[in-house]
């Protein structure tokens, strides 16, 4: 046997062993995780972008045409000048 068909044998063995044990491995809870993230972010005291500006959600608004997010006491869009609906 040649080296070469060794190694191809090696990988395909190894790939076979990888695929089979796909039903053992510990699955990863992506709820915990997040958790896990929003916990260790609040005690670092970071956040996502826009965070210090944060509005309770009665408040937020957005532009009907591009988007952004505008005050609820603008009377326009200060990206795209589109005029705001008024509730």
């Known amino acids: 046997m040649s080296p070469g068909s060794l190694l191809i044998g090696l990988a395909l063995a ?46 937020v608004n957005f532009c009907p045409r591009c988007g952004r997010r505008v005050g609820p006491e603008d009377r326009f869009c200060a990206r795209c000048g589109a005029p705001l609906p008024r509730p």
């Open 14 to 59: 190894l790939v076979v062993g990888v695929w089979l044990a796909r039903p053992f491995r510990r699955a990863a809870d992506p709820d915990r995780a997040i958790e896990y993230w929003v916990a260790r972010t609040r005690a670092a005291g970071g956040g996502p972008p826009g965070a210090a500006e944060w509005r309770p959600a009665d408040e």
